[in-house]
């Protein structure tokens, strides 16, 4: 429990708070209500492979005990072709033996348009020449039989460094960029050099001595996650404290104890490179008759505005109030989804 209870914490928190799949459609939305909301039903959706997943399974593992369930390895070989298990045929087995030939296809189309979709958000933020070249066969190779535990393991090793440091950074004032990457760059070394080594040792079948090294042998990868996660705090404090504090300007606004209590985003001046940009921040009559010449030729299939609008529109964009009562919907909605995720864990595991 404490694995399940603290170990998956910290992988929820770098999926919710970090990952580019969550943050980019995030920082899309047009206020905060609305990056509230989109979570709030995202994490209601995140529910529903309770009943469309795991109850499924459960019941093919009822329904075909000498195949999805099958425990001898030569078997399990003949089945599904791997000896480590046949878990991963539980839902296509019960979509083929039980549904007629019509809903069969139709069911096997949404499932390939389910998965499409999940490697079309994986590919925006990986290669594809690493995912289908390297990766997916080091999972067929290496544990193939029970590969959601698989990439749960993989996750744990190389997420808890950045929940580390994105915690320390919102919470604690006195951490910098010294201490955030020396924290990053030892929590990923002692992560991959973990994963290195599951690859290196894989998993016995049931029944069969062990004779992997003990910190596989006797640590749960999601305490592995723990032990990561504490790691890199420690040495993200440490090399802090031992450099140079951040500046009040740098803290400005990006920690949760120098948030504005006025709800307005705070203005963050970031150099200008660009002589162009200068010019049309100083107000030079000859390079900004230049710079309007180049933004008329691509204004030209969309719509213009005024400096009046644009001064408008930039105010609405800096300005992060949020209407009472959409705020209270998505309190209210955030407090039922706790409840009842605390109800499922305490139910079912």
């Known amino acids: 429990w404490t694995g399940m209870t603290f170990g998956l914490t910290i992988l929820a928190t770098w999926y919710w708070c970090t990952d580019q799949v969550i943050v980019q ?6 206020n905060l209500s609305h990056v509230k909301g989109g979570a709030i039903l995202a994490s209601y959706l995140k529910m529903l492979p309770m009943i469309f997943i795991i109850m499924p399974g459960m019941i093919s593992r009822a329904l075909f ?17 791997t000896k480590v298990g046949c878990s991963n045929i539980a839902f296509p087995k019960l979509v083929i033996e039980l549904m007629p030939d019509g809903l069969r296809g139709l069911m096997i189309a949404v499932i ?9 958000s994986i590919f ?3 290669s594809t020449l690493f995912t289908m070249d390297i990766w997916i066969p080091i999972l067929q190779s290496a544990n193939s039989g029970q590969l959601f535990v698989y990439i749960q ?6 997420a808890p460094p950045v929940t580390a440091v994105f915690l320390l950074a919102v919470f604690w004032k006195r951490a910098n960029e010294c201490g955030a990457f020396w924290g990053l760059m030892v929590g990923l070394a002692i992560g991959l050099a973990r994963m290195i080594m599951e690859f290196s040792y894989p998993p016995p079948r049931c029944g069969l001595y062990d004779p992997r090294p003990p910190i596989l042998r006797k ?20 090399t802090s404290l031992l450099t140079d504090p951040p500046k009040e300007s740098q803290k400005a606004g990006v920690t949760w104890w120098t948030l504005p209590r006025d709800r307005r985003q705070p203005d963050i001046s970031l150099p200008k490179t660009s002589p162009e940009g200068q010019a049309w921040e100083n107000g030079t009559e000859g390079t900004v008759g230049t710079i309007r010449q180049k933004r ?17 529109q930039q105010r609405n964009l800096t300005d992060i109030h949020e209407s009472p009562f959409w705020s209270r919907v998505c309190c209210i909605n955030a407090i039922i989804l706790v409840s009842v995720n605390i109800f499922l864990y305490a139910y079912f595991a």
């Open 25 to 30: 459609r995030s920082l899309a939305a047009m």
């Open 65 to 81: 005990p000498d195949a999805v369930a099958c425990v001898d390895p030569e078997e399990c070989l003949k089945v599904c072709g």
């Open 112 to 120: 390939m348009a389910a998965l499409m979709s999940s490697l079309t």
């Open 124 to 126: 925006n933020s990986s």
């Open 153 to 158: 393991s993989v996750t744990s090793y190389l």
């Open 219 to 238: 640590v749960h990868y999601l305490h592995f996650a723990i032990i990561l996660c504490a790691l890199t705090a420690l040495v993200v404090v440490a």
């Open 296 to 312: 008329s030729w691509t204004d030209l299939c969309r719509s213009t505005k005024t400096e009046g609008d644009s001064g408008n």
